[in-house]
């Protein structure tokens, strides 16, 4: 039997995965056992090592880093249609799927539920949308893919923020302040976002968003806990729309979103969907889309749920 594959994305955490990695090989191999390490150089090359380690019978293979790389390695499992199991590995900033999953954030205890946690099937989302080229394309998600303000967020996040924003210190509070910032930023420039959404089989309607989630997963953006009622395995998507509530109101409303309370708020609307479908109001338009802290096209989008549809190792009940 082949030995677990652990990916290992260098670069997550701001590039700090590099420098820890001899401590996080030796905590994982006294705490787990040995492995076969894989390390990643661009961009994209985590769904490619997963999937040829799964189609050559890798029966686990573990994502070290953060959200980004945990969705190229469930991609290329699932890309690849093979039965084997994903496991988690953190070592990034955001840790949004993590949470909703249950690991914990040190590697000792991550690496303990690697070796003696349990076999979780979980839904994955599956979005269609539009790439840059103009042409359709796919890929799967775990946690929550989003249209409206978060695509700015994310785009000014990945471009490194401000230069008085603290870049030492533990990469929980520096990456959720980064992620703060950034929305704070979005909240006082962007306008509103009209679209046309349909929710199953139900008449497609015209809504003004400031942002629109469907969500597989509980958290997003740096550990905002957009869908708290979000389960990974009841066949649907918790559907979160934030309306025009101008930037004041979101700004004052943040901590809301924090911590999941904004659900009660008259502006936001709260929906279960095993499918969306969503296009700009203007044809015009570009509406970017979000995929699990990544931007990979804009809408026209249709998003699926896939019951079941991964293995995940997790911790005991």
Known sequence: MSLPVVIVNPESAGGATA?????????LSTHFGSFTPKFTSEKGEGMEIAANAARKGARLIIACGGDGTISEVANGILSAGCETELGILPSGTGGDFRK??????????AARILRNGQTRFIDVGKV?????EGEPETRYFLGVASF????????RVKEG???????????WLTGR???AVAMLQTAAKKAATRVVVQLDEDPARHMTVANLCVANARYFGGGMKIAPNAKLADGKFDVISIGDLGAARILANAPRLYVGAHLSMDDVGHALAAKVSARPLDKNETVEVEVDGEIPGHLPATFQILPKALRV?????
């Open 100 to 109: 909703s999953i249950g690991i914990p954030a040190l590697v000792a205890g």
């Open 128 to 132: 269609t949308f539009t790439n840059d």
């Open 177 to 179: 302040l980064s992620f």
């Open 148 to 155: 409206g303000m978060s695509a700015d967020v994310i785009a």
């Open 19 to 27: 420098n820890a990695w001899p401590r996080i090989a030796s905590e």
């Open 313 to 317: 190792r997790s911790p005991l009940k």
């Open 161 to 171: 923020g401000p230069d008085w924003l603290p870049t030492k210190g533990p990469k």
